[in-house]
């Protein structure tokens, strides 16, 4: 027994290297999407203003008032803003471990949880976002390993009132809380407090808790109390909250995008292969994985019915309550389905499918299915894996564009950005780039404004309203087509205002508008590196560099392409599929600045 338990507690520890190493790699090598950018915006802002702002967004406040002292200390860069969710999500892994063993008393079962929940592309993926779900999956399987301390469920028919087995049992196990005592009542209450006032979602898990604790009321001789305390004190906080953001919350008068049912589909697939696209594809593997878990469910209800109850509940009460939630007739109803409202569905998921392999490999007769199982899992995790490592690489999809705006202009010139969604990215590669502008009460920059995309009946007179009084303005469009399809407010603005200069970038440009067509084009002795380590065919790798200036793409001490201009330009070299594998650099003058050409993928992102 000890020699096992010493084993596992090496696999253990490895796993948690494993799973810190999968998750901090490439973590800052990765653009930062809206939803990112939003949170580093808020926590730029003051703290009763943020407080307030999040509650009109449809979400508690804890993560940001985490997020908010977090920035203050590590920064805001790529890679800072997402390390919180590292540590969240490690601790994840080891409550998860815990939380396996004490339900099912199976080192083995912990031991299969905590490597396959390491190895999952899509914990991994949602471990590395600067967002509240690596923080609500934390709370989550924290509040269900506080809540099977305290009432003990061991071994079948155990319960509190065997203190002498109980105990035991405690001291053997990997336990978050000094040994000695069964009631976990005060990390319920944290727990439980933290996955409520983190996400909305995280009420169902206190909801899933209630539930199988009531359905076995009768089996809990103690504990009883602390657990009724545990839940008021839950509750109070997030009326508490409710009471002060039920006036604020965005209602969404639309319909539902999906079918309900498409929810537990949804959730099949991202557990089983990490996809929320074109699911249909992947249809035989999402059945095969959930058909692992529905075998571990039989097997452990046979002698441990409590065990499978709880594991039932967590996997479909879940996405049936999204399901619901999606109906019209919800007052906060969702609109569309994302892939991480199924996060806090992992505690169960990978202690379900845990238990199942762990009862397979235990049992003579299907030790052959278990063991090709669990392998079969653990390489088919460490391939998507490895394929999501390979696609988390930085794109130059806004940085080159920032640095140019804070190279170009000046603090009190107007610039707008085409399309307004687009805004908090903007400022948030500003901030990186150093802009030099000051910024209102909601830490926005006050000289950037958002070109309006409302459709309104009378389009003309809303963009005059938006550019009245500006003669002379910079334009930022990013994927402009996308909001103004006809190019409606495009042409408008060039009937009314001469473009002095422009820059084309990918898709996207900047542009400088002016009611003066001799105006000067701006002039600068910048130089803007590139951005980029790695490039893939399909990319563009940008060098910023004054009037004049050549730039020379070299490879092998060759020169492959070259750029010439006569004012200031951004210049991109495409990254064409001919283009070997290897060291690259972008000459201008005496300097040289490498980088490298891989085609590990064919267009960078897809896997």
């Not at 899509?122 to 934390?138: E, K, L, N, P």
Request: with cysteine; net charge positive; proline share 5%.
């Amino acid at each position: 027994m000890k020699e096992n338990r010493i084993t596992h507690l090496i696999i253990a520890i490895v796993a948690l290297l494993l799973a810190f190493g999968l998750r901090i790699d490439n973590l800052g090598e990765m653009p930062v999407r809206f939803d990112e950018a939003f949170s580093v915006w808020l926590s730029n802002m003051e703290f009763a203003n943020f407080t307030e702002r999040t509650a009109s967004d449809i979400h508690p406040p804890l993560y940001y008032w985490f997020f908010h002292l977090w920035t203050r200390l590590a920064g805001t860069s790529e890679f800072a803003i997402r390390a919180i969710a590292v540590f969240f999500s490690l601790i994840t892994a080891a409550a998860v471990y815990v939380f396996t063993h004490r339900m099912s008393q199976n080192r083995l079962a912990a031991s299969l949880t905590l490597l396959l929940i390491t190895l999952s592309p899509f914990h991994i993926q949602w471990s590395q976002d600067a967002r509240m779900y690596a923080q609500v999956t934390m709370f989550a399987s924290l509040a269900l390993y506080a809540y099977l301390r305290m009432f003990c469920l061991c071994d079948r028919g155990a319960h509190c009132g065997q203190q002498v087995n109980c105990s035991a049992r405690a001291r053997q196990s990997f336990s978050l809380l000094p040994s000695g005592s069964c009631r976990g009542g005060a990390l319920l209450a944290i727990a439980g407090t933290g996955v409520t006032l983190t996400h909305y979602f995280g009420g169902i898990i206190v909801i899933i808790i209630t539930i199988h604790c009531l359905f076995h009321w009768r089996q809990f001789r103690s504990g009883r109390r602390q657990f009724a305390i545990a839940i008021g004190i839950i509750a109070a906080a997030f009326l508490l909250w409710a009471a002060y953001a039920i006036g604020l919350i965005r209602r969404d008068p639309g319909y539902a995008s999906f079918q309900p049912v498409y929810t537990f589909w949804l959730m099949a697939t991202l557990f089983a292969v990490n996809k929320s696209i074109h699911i249909g594809k992947y249809l035989p593997a999402s059945l095969l994985v959930s058909a692992i878990l529905f075998v571990g469910i039989v097997l452990t209800w046979c002698h441990r019915r409590r065990d499978a109850i709880l594991i039932l509940l967590g996997c479909l009460l879940p996405p049936a309550s999204i399901a619901v939630a999606a109906l019209p007739f919800f007052p906060f109803h969702i609109h569309s389905l994302s892939e991480r409202y199924f996060v806090i569905c992992a505690p169960f998921v990978f202690a379900g499918w845990g238990i199942s392999l762990a009862a397979m490999l235990q049992r003579r007769r299907l030790r052959l299915i278990g063991l090709a199982a669990t392998a079969g899992l653990l390489i088919l995790n460490a391939h998507l894996a490895g394929e999501q490592r390979d696609a988390r690489y930085f794109k130059d999809d806004y940085r080159s564009m920032m640095e140019t705006i804070a190279a170009l202009t000046t603090s009190d010139e107007k610039v707008f950005v085409f399309s307004a969604r687009f805004a908090l990215q903007v400022f948030y590669y500003l901030d990186q780039a150093g802009y030099d502008a000051p910024k209102d009460a909601n830490a926005r920059y006050i000289n950037v404004t958002g070109v309006p995309v409302g459709y309104v009946d009378d389009w003309p007179a809303m963009m005059g309203r938006a550019f009245s009084g500006f003669p002379r303005f910079w334009l930022i469009e990013i994927e402009a087509a996308n909001d103004d399809p006809l190019g409606k407010r495009i042409k408008w603005i060039e009937d009314h205002y001469f473009r002095i200069f422009r820059i084309p970038i990918g898709r996207n440009s900047i542009s400088l508008y002016s009611i003066d067509p001799t105006d000067q084009i701006p002039e600068s002795a910048a130089i803007i590196p590139p951005v980029v380590t790695e490039a893939r065919p399909g990319d563009q790798v940008r060098i910023g560099v004054p009037a004049g200036a050549k730039v020379d793409l070299v490879h092998s001490g060759q020169v492959i392409d070259t750029r010439l201009s006569d004012t200031w330009m951004l210049h991109q070299f495409d990254i064409y599929p001919f283009y070997f594998n290897g060291l690259y650099e972008l000459r201008v003058a005496d300097k040289s600045y490498p980088f490298v050409i891989t085609h590990s993928q064919d267009f960078p992102g897809d896997v």
